[in-house]
């Protein structure tokens, strides 16, 4: 062992050091705390921590006598996401020290593996567009990218090794992307989202940042509330499908970058084939559109007829206004294209097993535009598949980004697979 | 008018008397609240209820110069949907109490539109098995149905001309049944359920319940947060699908009913077909179970490890071992064939407009078996099809029996019409 803090290793080494008696669960949230303590007050990833409680957690998980499969591993979740012991405030003052008294599916589940909760990660006002005070830990100038800011950024800047978040439309990939690490959106349905703020329920889901595929392929068994199974690499290389979508969008150099990662993957051995999706799903775009902002502004009713004076004007003028725009027509209009792009992926793929494209258009701006790039996501999030961000590019000012897998609905395990071979390939580091 | 109290009056009937001056929010809440204190010590339809406060309501109704579509008109919702103003308690003790301080997506969008909530309506434990204390209105010593059981009992013994409950399974058609009332699970996804417990997530819709078709159309567009349009009738009879479903668990008598229901529908100029769903829809009854149960599980998983001993032996024995009992595996299958299914449907509806079949499969049985005859309601939830029950029958006991129609996903305006036309040719007091 190096003298490498814990707090800067992965959840699975992690597991296996506190397995074979090298580190303890206190000495790796201790790690993490520190980590807060020194960086925090620049970064502001957390809405709430309570250290003594994470460390009494930690000390007790020490004398357990059952260990989970995450046993000891520290972790963060996005502050809409509901916990027994700590605030969750979905990034408005409007529900300043509201207590859930009881966890989310996804927190008890994280809990009953072994894993502790050392905070409540800082999220956009209602998981929308108004910024939280997060900075982006590589570069304190610009955004992480929202709407999990805090969730990306504790990663990013290893103040815990793990963080949940959630995406409605790239809130998950896009601040993986920004701050360097690994996110993952699983398919559309598969974990129990109760006790998660709903922004619009036909789109949200989780959303799992971590240092590696392998991480994440085990927090998201966790989460599904399995027993986790280790990430098989793939017999032989992928068909990987590069769709160059919404490419105007997509900075010159992560073009290029992309373009160059392609073809490393073809090197490799990856067979490479071009992946133009049908005409017809050019408007999942604007579907996403409709869709998220008449559902957003439906889940809101409570808050939009008694607390309107409290609601950002940004928030009020942005996702409210186009939410009240849209009628009942245009809705079913846009739900039903996507229920049958879905149907026709379902019914035939592309003749590959993933597809690549870019993990955001570029680097994370200068600024707090959390929500950059949108249009790169709402037609992946709208048709419910599964996507990964790997962080292998780097922009034209030296931040990250991300180049983003995607797999068919329910794959979510080939996915890992596949990228578990496609990191080897592309890691910077390696 | 007649000198029948308001409280007999459909939501329709209030609305247009209230607009014409006719009577008063407060009138028709009075009446509401008095059949409350003259029946509910032996229906037990509610959980709670503020007389002051709803009648407040009701007299600053009266004041408003503004009038949505549900202008004072009173309704209950399910004790599983959370309310500002009232505990929502999910029919356990250990939530006794429970504020969550502000109103679900439904409860505001009824309040919007001018609904006056009236109380908080029984559901049984955690919207499961184990019954709570409500009575079937019709006969005091039988179920009400469940799990939307005080729902439906309040609609039925004219406590509230309008209630919101949930389905999962058959808990809002099944209690509708029983009590004869009309009942309908809209298409699955199309409503907001923030603020509404989770069962099973892949499964829960809200439901509704009323004493015309007219109410359910009109409640049906305020919940969506949409102009109300009027119920259109059909230009032509409809062509109707007769489908025997589990047939060899529904009473002969309610089989012959049935029988005789589709020949006066024929005699009214239907065109009859008897449907068959393909054969790999068979396996649909055990896919809902596996997929309903292991989320179920999951949901509650907070409850399971911290309050294990506070739920009850029947759920514990029951749900909860059954759900623990299906691994990643049958829930993925039972997933996939539920998928399958639904996409067959979308692409290839049955040669008909509606499909009839039993709303229930006997009449309340005596005691407290909240959840009879389910295997009837599972291919139907599980295809996420929207569905409504009329009170058509009357049973070898006396006992209300409904008819249920079924139409394809995201028609279910549609269906109100078919079922408006269907409702002319079988009110029993027509």
């Known amino acids: 062992m190096t003298t490498r803090p814990w707090n800067e290793r992965t959840a699975t080494q992690i597991v296996a050091a506190i397995a074979a008696g090298t580190t303890s669960c206190e000495a790796v949230m201790r790690d993490c705390l520190e980590r807060i303590a020194l960086r925090d007050g620049e970064v502001h990833a957390f809405a709430s921590v309570d250290a003594g409680r994470a460390l009494a957690a930690a000390r007790e998980a020490d004398r357990a006598t059952t260990r989970g499969p995450l046993h000891g591993v520290p972790f963060a979740v996005k502050d809409i996401i509901d916990t027994a012991d700590l605030p969750t405030e979905w990034g408005t003052p409007l529900y300043a020290g509201r207590m859930a008294g009881r966890d989310s599916t996804c927190v008890a589940l994280a809990r009953r593996a072994g894993g502790l909760?050392?905070?409540?990660?800082?999220?956009?006002?209602?998981?929308?567009?108004?910024?939280?005070?997060?900075?982006?830990?590589?570069?304190?100038?610009?955004?992480?990218?929202?709407?999990?800011?805090?969730?990306?950024?504790?990663?990013?800047?290893?103040?815990?090794?793990?963080?949940?978040?959630?995406?409605?439309?790239?809130?998950?990939?896009?601040?993986?992307?920004?701050?360097?690490?690994?996110?993952?959106?699983?398919?559309?349905?598969?974990?129990?989202?109760?006790?998660?703020?709903?922004?619009?329920?036909?789109?949200?889901?989780?959303?799992?940042?971590?240092?590696?595929?392998?991480?994440?392929?085990?927090?998201?068994?966790?989460?599904?509330?399995?027993?986790?199974v280790p990430v098989a690499r793939p017999d032989t290389p992928p068909r990987i499908g590069f769709c160059r979508h919404v490419w105007d969008q997509v900075h010159p150099v992560v073009q290029a970058g992309i373009e160059a990662a392609v073809r490393r993957l073809e090197a490799a051995g990856a067979h490479i084939t071009d992946v133009q999706l049908p005409a017809e799903f050019a408007g999942l775009t604007d579907a996403h559109r409709w869709i998220s902002s008449f559902e957003f502004v439906r889940t809101f009713t409570w808050e939009i007829d008694h607390h309107w004076e409290e609601i950002s004007p940004g928030l009020r003028s942005g996702r409210i206004a186009d939410g009240l725009s849209c009628d009942m027509e245009r809705y079913m209009a846009a739900t039903a294209l996507a229920a049958r792009c879905r149907a026709q992926l379902d019914a035939e793929w592309p003749d590959c097993d993933i597809i690549v494209t870019a993990g955001a258009t570029g680097e994370a701006p200068v600024g707090w535009n959390a929500l950059a790039g949108a249009d790169l996501y709402k037609m992946w999030t709208a048709l419910h598949l599964p996507t990964l961000t790997m962080p292998a590019l780097t922009g034209a000012e030296g931040m990250p980004v991300g180049i983003q897998l995607i797999g068919p609905r329910d794959a979510d395990r080939r996915l890992f697979a596949y990228a578990s071979w496609a990191w080897e390939v592309l890691d910077p580091a390696g």
């Open 117 to 228: 909760l050392i905070g409540k990660a800082v999220t956009t006002e209602f998981a929308n567009q108004h910024p939280g005070p997060t900075r982006n830990p590589r570069d304190l100038t610009r955004t992480p990218g929202g709407s999990s800011s805090g969730s990306a950024a504790a990663v990013a800047d290893h103040m815990a090794p793990l963080a949940i978040g959630t995406q409605t439309t790239g809130s998950t990939i896009r601040p993986s992307s920004f701050c360097g690490i690994f996110g993952f959106r699983p398919t559309y349905g598969r974990h129990r989202l109760f006790g998660v703020m709903e922004a619009a329920g036909s789109l949200d889901t989780l959303g799992l940042m971590a240092h590696s595929v392998e991480d994440i392929a085990l927090f998201n068994d966790v989460l599904l509330g399995t027993a986790p």
